[in-house]
């Protein structure tokens, strides 16, 4: 029986070439996709036939490109598609005046044999492209919005070039004049990183005041250094968030969640004053939600931050100061940096400290041996400019842990953790432009990550504010900071850490 299981693989091998006559074979698609197209190019002009696209005779790709604004190289149709491995790639076709006679969501089949792919000015192009080998397939087509971020463009040029993105909640650094225009370079940030942005100083694009905060629609393009730019298409390309600027007075740096050792009055929170702060001329307020399954009350929370009990623990800042670019901290009366074993930092601005281990919080919350869930369901932190705090209060800044729990309900009534506009969350959707003001509603979906338990890490969220546009410039990240008994506050206060801009 061994022996035959062994040979059954040659045996049906065999029985599969002798039937092999009957079988009709497979067909070879007329259309190659645009990754396979870009993948071609090895830095010379490349001749596309048959042979180097392996039978392909065509590309079937929606155009992303309108010349009516005047802002896109002329002769250039842009298409894109994502047609291998779900990996939308675009490319210029270069056409001439013709090019003006296409609009996105025009679907189209090109043939492409015999044309030639080249680099010019740093644009991957087609040329050779006659306008009678392009056949409209249709128009009006739905093209799916493409949210990018500017690190990731600046990442991987190439991935984008020629491809319709769109950055979200992006603005200028450094900010524009009262009244200046869009005309010309400008640095595009989004929290992520610096991006080019393209206007020509003839297109309609060039008349518009530029916002303050904005969603940019256009094409991504590389010039001859391989630098990325973006290039809005029509004023339809650019939306308006913002034209105001709200600057967070205290944003959220770090915390520790678990200290080495027991954690009770051990856990705390770090912060950061972006101007000075009296907290005795205007209080303040710190609230930490637990959601595991054990806290009560379960189910969602009607008075979100201000459950209280043991889902929701509250310190009131009314005594103290906090100077511009400074940390403070709030938390247990141990203030030590790792557990009761380690380095003291009595010496730190610790603005509100709590035996939370046998006092309950200010207004809500009830005593506990942990403020902050090690693993498991979400918590979150937040801070308020007021010490009263209500379902319906809204916070100055928000971050969260996990995403577990009874967070959210729709309802009616609406039930949930109200957020605050910051790098993570934003109560107006800003594709949609739809009310999200809840954790876990919309696209407020991002969170933190639980580190492994007992390890004593303390959760340094590193990015850079910047005071003057009022948003995060560069959006913190989890740079975890493996502490021992011996740590400095210069190991979570140092390199890595939050600065102002």
Request: hydrophobic fraction near 40%; charge should be neutral.
């Amino acid at each position: 029986m061994k022996k035959f299981l062994v040979y059954l693989p040659l045996i049906l091998l065999i029985w599969g070439c002798e039937k092999g006559d009957n079988y009709p074979g497979g067909t070879i698609s007329p259309y190659i996709s645009i990754y396979d197209i870009r993948n071609l190019y090895k830095s010379q002009p490349v001749t596309l036939n048959t042979g180097n696209m392996l039978g392909s005779t065509s590309i079937a790709a929606m155009v992303v490109s309108d010349h009516s604004g005047g802002n896109l190289p002329a002769g250039l149709l842009l298409v894109q598609d994502a047609r291998r491995l779900s990996k939308l790639r675009g490319l210029a076709i270069n056409i001439g005046e013709a090019a003006n006679n296409y609009v996105p969501g025009d679907s189209v089949i090109i043939d492409v044999q015999g044309a030639v792919l080249e680099k010019n000015n740093g644009t991957l192009e087609l040329k050779g492209v006659s306008v009678a080998n392009i056949t409209k397939v249709s128009s009006g087509n739905k093209i799916p919005v493409n949210r990018v971020t500017t690190a990731a463009i600046l990442a991987n040029p190439g991935d984008y070039e020629s491809t319709l993105a769109i950055v979200v909640k992006g603005g200028f650094d450094p900010l524009p004049a009262k009244g200046e225009l869009l005309s010309g370079d400008k640095l595009l940030n989004d929290g992520f990183g610096n991006l080019h942005l393209r206007t020509e100083d003839t297109s309609v694009l060039a008349k518009l005041a530029a916002p303050v905060s904005a969603n940019f629609y256009g094409v991504v393009f590389v010039d001859a250094n391989n630098a990325p730019l973006l290039r809005m298409r029509t004023d339809a390309d650019v939306t308006v968030l913002s034209s105001e600027i709200n600057i967070a007075p205290a944003i959220i740096t770090g915390f520790m969640s678990d200290a080495s050792g027991s954690d009770g009055n051990y856990e705390y929170v770090q912060l950061m004053a972006t101007r000075d702060i009296d907290f005795a001329a205007t209080p303040f307020a710190v609230v930490i939600t637990n959601n595991a399954n054990a806290s009560t009350p379960t189910g969602y929370p009607a008075k979100g931050w201000a459950t209280g009990d043991k889902r929701s623990y509250k310190f009131n800042l009314y005594t103290g100061k906090a100077a511009k670019g400074s940390f403070f901290y709030v938390g247990g009366i141990g203030k030590k940096i790792n557990g009761s074993k380690s380095t003291d930092i009595s010496s730190a601005n610790w603005v509100r400290t709590f035996d939370y281990t046998t006092t309950g919080g200010d207004g809500f919350g009830t005593a506990t041996t942990g403020l902050m869930a090690n693993s498991g369901n979400a918590f979150g932190i937040a801070v308020f400019q007021d010490s009263v705090v209500t379902a319906d209060t809204k916070p100055v800044d928000v971050i969260w842990i996990s995403t577990g729990g009874s967070l959210f309900t729709a309802g009616p009534p609406a039930k949930g953790y109200r957020i605050a506009n910051n790098d993570f969350y934003d109560i107006i959707n800003p594709i949609t432009l739809e009310q999200q003001p809840y954790y876990r509603q919309g696209s407020n979906t991002l969170a933190f990550s639980y580190n492994t338990a007992d390890l004593g890490i303390f959760n340094m969220l590193g990015g850079v504010y910047n005071v003057s546009l009022g948003k995060w410039v560069q959006a913190r990240a989890q740079n975890n900071r493996q502490l021992t008994t011996t740590s400095a506050i210069t190991d979570i206060e140092g390199e890595g850490a939050t600065t102002l801009k």
